[in-house]
Nanobody, 125 residues
Framework: VQLQASGGGLVQPGNSLRLSCAVA????????ITWFRQGPGKEREFVAA???????HYRDSMKGRLTVSRDNAKNTVYLQMNSLRPEDTAVYYC????????????????????WGQGTQVTVSS
């Protein structure tokens, strides 16, 4: 199984980006797919997830600015990020878990089986 994250770039504050996570080697719907990010000098943190059931979950501080969606036909998960702020600058990673994780476990990196390589998002004027 391979995950390929893409869509990052340099954007001005207030603008939007859509990140993609393409999954190869296994049907997307068998995974929980989660986005994490790691900002400069910070630990990696949970951003958003879509579970096998299709339910979505978001980082509390970013709710209202994020939409995570899944296209099973394309085996791809998207993360739409709006109203971006300088503090959103980070490398964004997607990760896949075979297990049907409960909500409280989504943030635990130990439960994930596969990781993408990360895509850099820089929010700056």
């Amino acid at each position: 199984v391979q995950l390929q994250a893409s869509g990052g770039g340099l954007v001005q504050p207030g603008n939007s980006l859509r990140l993609s996570c393409a999954v190869a080697g296994r049907t997307l719907s068998t995974f929980t797919i989660t986005w994490f990010r790691q900002g400069p000098g910070k630990e990696r943190e949970f951003v958003a997830a879509v579970r096998q059931s299709g339910s979505t979950h978001y980082r509390d501080s970013m709710k209202g600015r994020l939409t995570v969606s899944r296209d099973n036909a394309k085996n791809t998960v998207y993360l739409q990020m709006n109203s971006l702020r300088p503090e959103d600058t980070a490398v964004y990673y997607c990760a896949a878990a075979h297990s049907r994780l409960i909500v409280s476990s989504l943030r635990n990196e130990d439960y994930y089986d596969y990781w993408g390589q990360g895509t850099q998002v820089t929010v700056s004027s």
